[in-house]
């Protein structure tokens, strides 16, 4: 029989390899590699014995089709017992949010006490198939009985069926990029090219100033088999409002405000996060880092509020959970674009938009800029899409004991920017907790939504030739 | 705030006065025209509009502190429509209407001529005259929207672009694309127009942000024209470079002599000559490009003013106000909304019924007995549907989400929740009263019951119903998805909460409407079906199908009258001439229905059946006179009376009998007005588009020669030729006239 148990799930503790930029030292890898980083980084890190591990769920969004269930892969390469079963989710770029949220609903439902969730993004290497009639073609050749019929199905290839398939860039349902997308968001609400610049600029900054301050605790370092160790993120690159005002919009030309500077770049890196039972972890002698309390997933249109997420879903886990913002000490949202982060601001500072698009009375309100993002974000410490998630509920659980706070809130954006992945935005709201050794309870809820393909089409058109670039 | 915004605000000016269509702001040294009709949901190039126009025009110019402009519509989906029709209309004589032309062009010379660049923000439609001062400006932004469209449909109206457009556009798209688009008419959207290089520049549309997404959106289009201005008067913004190789090869002369060539014997081939307009575009622009601009120009305002004057621009601007009339829904708004469809019979019909409803946001559901029909069906819907993603008017996701509208079924199940059933099931009383008990046993009270039947009287099938109030005929035309009008008929019975919301379904599925009084055949069927017995006789008399085609295309019917009865159907052709024969009597007689049901057993069904007059083979353009038919025709062979079977006779006895059955119908109350009566004809039968329908044309050519000629047949053929006693009556009293 089936029994709800309404007990305290806690966040035992997180941990992620360094968020490097695509095409940099992780760049011979597999996918696999990086998540089996970050699984023997927690095993190392939190010393729980592989054998009470009851379930672990990894993230993924760009496949690789040789490890289709990369959290197996990952898990089974990291050292943990082929008893444990592993499974895969995906959800753009809140793919380890589910990942999480999924491991909440294990330990809620008595399946399982303990539970590894996380998720990986690698880059560097994308899956570029044959087009459709070159597969056609092979998968006919295979048949073939007779020379006669293999020459006939070779002859059959011109120039077209050479060309290659990349992953769509664009979402599936409206063939809009997620760049273009955002600069139209951020068109809508009127965010100036200078915000944009300004907000990212103060994103490198402040996670400069993490670094430098030894506040990324989360970060285990890699060694890069046969090369060198890796111990730190490096995207973070702090220039100035007039190194970044001379790139040209990168989506929409040639009047458009979203560059390559205020976007989050194309990234490589895994995280990883160890869930309890409260009762466990505590019988198991931790101290867990938060409680995660609760969680929403919202969605909208995806063409005009693809990256409308956080300010939809925000609102509705406080009420759920009967709080206000100003019960809020520390804010996490992931930056797909400082556009994106602004029209979010703007949105939720406005009571047309709350009134007209919302079905609110008033305004949602804006969360005070203090207490926002302030060890860097997605902008400057990179955005490996499904590691993400885990990444911002370490941090705010991270943030809560440093700062000394109770409740913390994360938010992310996700769409659907390749095939397989859904159509809408999704935001999902969670919350955990901190705060054991002073006995508070802290909480942090989980707000999600969407991802990022946006520079990724910058950086793969530039490696195509022509003849390619024209399939966009 | 830095120093330059700071300016900005300080430097804004809004000037307004008393005018009330055109308004300017002036925002640090840009100026921002604004255009506004506040009497109308467009703007259009009337006299008020111009003249505010050149007030404006003349206040910026005259602002030194002002170095560039932006021209920009206030109105969401409207930049400028074109011209005010009205306008020309009124003028009277081709000379006042050339100095209307001339006037338009010494106007735009003065945009193009403008020693600060002026920038076009255009989004919404921008046709005719709108085209016409866009393409004056310097530079054009368009925004992505989809009811931007970009197009010179004078052509249309009989008349040619009447200010610079045979002069400027040639020279920006090329001479190819301007010949193919004011000869044409159609419009092109923002990103064609890119490519053509008929745009420089598209804007994005926007979703809600602290305003409504029309708002923002056009906000958006301004800031970013003003920018472009700015840059233009800066010289930062390159201007947008020619296409030169097409360029390179026009400046040949043989070259463009070809093109002239090629496209005068494309226009004769189909006008026939019969609409003067585009002969006269051909030669403004080649009176502008081999003579110079001062012929050119000249050219294209004396044509102007000609071609206002003729009867066929006359006609056709009679047909343009026609359908915007057969656009409105007489019969007010009706109680309910139609939120569920349900259509019985999944044929061509029905399928073609149910791809323009569920296109439309209509829960559509398609009924049909078996799964081969049904699935035959569907796929046609999916078709259409995937021809427009091949089109890329609509996209692929767009196409899956509109077909999760559409339920295929073999039951009744989900009909408790229709608000309106159309059947369209095969012409036979019997089936259909047996469909309308089945159907009247599921749905609920509310529920419209619609029969889609070309000839069957609507009170014949309604008396079999429960609740004849809620019954109305719904008569489509195949291919359903390409043919505008929809003929609905009221009984006595029908009410007018049940037409209204006919109507409504109608509009929403984009049809031109017109409402008829019942009657066997109503209007469309019932003015077809006499010159279709005239065609039969025709042939008997020995004109083979292919002359018999040549001489109605001679007249202007877009489709010949033999390959007419092919694509309708030579079986629903001797269906409907027996029934009407029967209810009309000797009147409707001609040709003998025996030849139409010969061809029938034989199996030579029209296009549908492969063989009818003609032979149809699949990927053949190319039609044969089907040879079999010759040994037929011969059986029924009938001698020609000379005194009436000379071409033109043979014409005439075509078209009086059509003409006189459409004023017969008029008089007996069948139809409403004349004006319905135009747009039945030209938009449902294909009525020559040059005359204006029958009525206008009763009107042009005159109802005393047209009564003359049918007493001429009438001595030879008897009473199908005898005139109406109200065509007798307008032949009477010249200042009669069915149209004002």
Do not use: W
């Given at each position: 029989t089936f029994v709800f148990r309404m007990f305290n799930i806690v966040l035992v503790d997180g941990v992620r390899t360094p968020f490097l930029?695509?095409?940099?030292?992780?760049?011979?890898?597999?996918p696999h590699d990086l998540g089996r980083g970050a699984l023997q980084g927690l095993l190392n890190r939190t010393?729980?014995?592989?054998?009470?591990?009851?379930h672990i769920i990894y993230g993924i969004v760009i496949q690789e089709v040789k490890t289709s269930n990369v959290a197996r892969e990952a898990a089974l390469g990291a050292g943990f017992s082929d008893k444990t079963p592993a499974h895969t989710v995906t959800m753009a770029c809140i793919s380890s949010n589910q990942a999480m949220t999924s491991a909440v609903g294990l330990i809620a439902a008595g399946q399982c006490d303990v539970v590894v969730a996380g998720g990986v993004e690698f880059m560097s290497d994308v899956p570029i198939r044959h087009s459709r009639k070159m597969r056609k073609t092979m998968l006919s050749l295979n048949k073939a009985k007779t020379l006669g019929q293999r020459l006939s199905l070779l002859g059959?290839?011109?120039?077209?069926?050479?060309?290659p398939e990349l992953p769509?860039?664009?979402?599936?349902?409206?063939?809009?990029?997620m760049g273009h997308s955002a600069d139209r968001l951020a068109a809508a609400f009127g965010v100036t090219r200078v915000e944009q610049d300004e907000y990212a600029l103060r994103s490198h900054r402040l996670a400069k100033k993490a670094q430098d301050e030894g506040l990324l605790s989360d970060i285990i370092s890699f060694q890069v088999p046969g090369k060198n160790i890796i111990s730190a993120d490096n995207g973070i690159r702090p220039t100035s409002m007039e190194q970044m005002g001379k790139l040209k919009p990168?989506?929409?030309?040639?009047?458009?405000?979203?560059?390559a500077a205020n976007s989050s770049f194309l990234t490589d890196g895994a995280s990883a996060v160890l869930i309890m039972s409260e009762e466990k972890a505590l019988a198991l002698g931790y101290k867990p880092k938060a409680y995660l309390r609760d969680f929403v997933y919202v969605s909208q249109d995806?063409?005009?509020?693809?990256?409308l997420g956080p300010t939809y879903a925000t609102p509705k886990v406080l009420e759920k959970s009967g709080?206000?913002?100003?019960?809020?000490?520390v804010f996490e949202f992931h930056e797909a674009f400082a556009g994106q982060i602004v029209a979010n601001l703007k949105a939720m500072d406005s009571d047309w938009f709350a009134q007209?698009?919302?079905?609110?009375?008033?305004k949602v309100g804006v969360p005070p800029m203090e207490k926002f993002n302030t060890w860097g974000g997605s902008l400057s410490l990179g955005h490996p899409f499904a590691a993400t998630g885990c990444r911002l509920v370490t941090t705010v659980a991270h943030r809560l004991q440093k700062e000394g706070g109770q409740y913390g809130v994360v938010a992310a954006c996700a769409a659907?920017?390749?095939?397989?992945?859904?159509k809408y935005t999704y935001a999902q709201l969670a919350r955990a907790d901190t705060e054991y050794s002073r006995g508070a309870t802290v909480q942090v809820f989980l707000v999600h939504s969407f991802g990022l393909f946006s520079v990724h089409v910058l950086c793969m058109k530039m490696t195509m030739c022509k003849s390619v670039q024209k399939h966009f | 705030m830095n120093q330059k915004t700071q300016v900005q605000i300080q430097c804004t000016t809004i000037v307004s006065l008393t005018r009330t269509h055109v308004s300017y702001e002036i925002k640090d040294d840009v100026a921002i025209i604004r255009i506004n009709?506040?009497?109308?949901?467009v703007n259009t190039l009337s006299v008020q509009l111009q003249q505010e126009m050149t007030e404006v025009m003349n206040e910026v110019l005259g602002?030194?502190?002002?170095k560039s402009a932006v021209l920009i519509s206030?109105?969401?989906?409207?930049f400028i429509a074109g011209a005010d029709i009205n306008m020309i209309q009124a003028c009277g004589t081709a000379e006042k209407v050339s100095s209307l032309s001339s006037e338009g062009q010494k106007m735009f010379e003065r945009v193009e001529k403008s020693p600060i660049p002026i920038v076009a923000a255009i989004n919404g439609s921008c046709l005719g005259g709108g085209l016409e001062f866009a393409i004056a400006c310097r530079y054009r932004i368009a925004t992505?929207?989809?009811?931007t469209v970009l197009g010179t449909p004078e052509v249309m109206l009989g008349?040619?672009?009447?200010?610079g457009g045979t002069q400027r556009l040639p020279k920006m798209v090329g001479l190819p694309s301007a010949f193919d688009m004011m000869l044409t008419g159609r419009n092109i959207r923002a990103d064609k127009a890119k490519k053509m290089g008929l745009v420089d520049q598209l804007v994005d549309t926007l979703g809600p942000g602290l305003k409504g997404p029309e708002e923002r959106t056009i906000e958006y289009l301004e800031e970013v024209a003003v920018g472009v201005a700015r840059g233009l008067a800066d010289k930062k913004v390159p201007m947008t470079k020619t296409k030169k190789i097409q360029e390179y090869v026009m400046g040949f002369e043989f070259v463009r002599n070809q093109v002239y060539k090629t496209v005068n014997n494309k226009v004769m081939k189909q006008t026939k000559g019969l609409y003067p307009a585009p002969m006269k575009i051909i030669e403004c622009v080649k009176a502008g490009i081999e003579q110079g601009p001062d012929a050119g120009y000249l050219a294209e305002s004396q044509n102007f003013g000609k071609l206002a004057m003729t009867s066929e621009s006359r006609a056709l601007i009679g047909l343009y106000h026609g359908q915007v009339a057969c656009?409105?829904?007489?019969?007010?708004?009706?109680?309910?909304?139609?939120?569920t469809l349900a259509i019985l019979g999944a044929g061509l019909m029905g399928a073609g019924i149910a791809q323009v409803t569920v296109d439309k946001g209509v829960n559509t559901i398609l009924k049909d007995t078996t799964v081969e029909g049904l699935s035959r069906g569907q796929q046609q819907v999916y078709k259409g549907l995937n021809d427009r993603v091949k089109k890329r008017s609509l996209t692929s996701f767009e196409r899956d989400s509109i077909l999760s509208k559409l339920t295929g079924q073999?039951?009744?199940?989900?009909?408790?929740?229709?608000?309106m059933v159309v059947e369209a099931v095969f012409e036979d009383l019997n089936i259909k009263h047996a469909v309308l008990k089945e159907v009247e046993a599921v749905i609920p009270p509310h529920c419209i019951f619609a029969t889609n039947t070309s000839a069957l009287p609507i009170k014949d099938i309604a008396a079999?119903?429960?609740?004849?109030?809620k019954v109305i005929g719904m008569h489509y035309f195949s291919p359903v998805d390409k043919m505008q009008l929809l003929e609905i008929i009221t009984t006595d019975k029908t009410s007018r909460d049940t037409t209204a919301s006919a109507v409504a379904v109608g509009l929403k599925q984009g049809k031109v409407i017109i409402v008829v009084g019942d009657?066997?055949?109503?209007y469309t069927t019932r003015c077809l079906a006499p010159m279709l017995a005239e065609a039969v006789r025709v042939l008997q008399e020995g004109v083979d199908p292919k002359k018999l085609d040549t001489l109605t295309t001679g007249f202007g019917?877009?489709?010949?009258a033999a390959t007419l009865a092919d694509e309708v159907g030579i079986d629903v052709a001797a269906h409907v001439a027996e029934d009407l024969g029967k209810a009309f009597?000797?009147?409707?007689?001609?040709?003998?229905v025996e030849l139409l049901k010969t061809m029938v057993e034989k199996g030579f069904k029209g296009r549908k059946s492969g063989k009818g007059c003609y032979i149809y083979q699949p990927g053949l353009k190319r039609k044969d006179i089907n040879p079999e038919i010759e040994e037929i025709l011969e059986r029924f062979k009938m001698t020609p009376h000379p005194t009436v079977s000379s071409d033109s006779d043979v014409q005439y006895r075509l078209v009086t009998r059509f003409v006189n059955e459409a004023v017969l119908c008029l008089q007996e109350g069948i139809l409403n007005n004349p004006v319905e009566g135009d747009i039945g004809a030209v938009f449902?039968?294909?009525?020559p588009p040059c005359l204006g329908g029958p009525f206008r044309y009763v009107d042009s050519f005159g109802a005393d020669k047209i009564v003359e000629k049918m007493r001429r047949f009438e001595d030879v053929y008897?009473?199908?030729?005898?005139?109406?006693q109200l065509l007798l009556d307008h032949a009477k009293d010249p200042s009669k006239r069915f149209h004002k």
């Open positions: 930029l695509s095409g940099t030292s992780y760049s011979d890898l597999m010393g729980v014995p592989k054998e009470i591990v009851d059959s290839i011109r120039m077209g069926h050479l060309m769509a860039v664009a979402e599936f349902s409206t063939a809009e990029s990168a989506f929409v030309k040639p009047h458009g405000t979203v560059t995806p063409k005009d509020q693809l990256l709080l206000t913002m100003e019960d809020i000490d007209n698009c919302m079905g609110r009375k008033s659907g920017g390749q095939v397989f992945l859904p | 009709d506040p009497n109308s949901k602002n030194e502190a002002v206030s109105k969401p989906g409207c992505k929207n989809k009811k008349l040619l672009p009447g200010a656009k409105k829904n007489r019969f007010g708004v009706p109680d309910r909304e139609v939120k073999l039951d009744y199940g989900g009909f408790e929740k229709a608000d079999a119903s429960k609740r004849p109030d009657g066997p055949g109503f019917f877009p489709v010949g009597g000797s009147r409707f007689g001609g040709g003998n449902g039968l294909g009525f008897g009473n199908q030729f005898t005139p109406c």
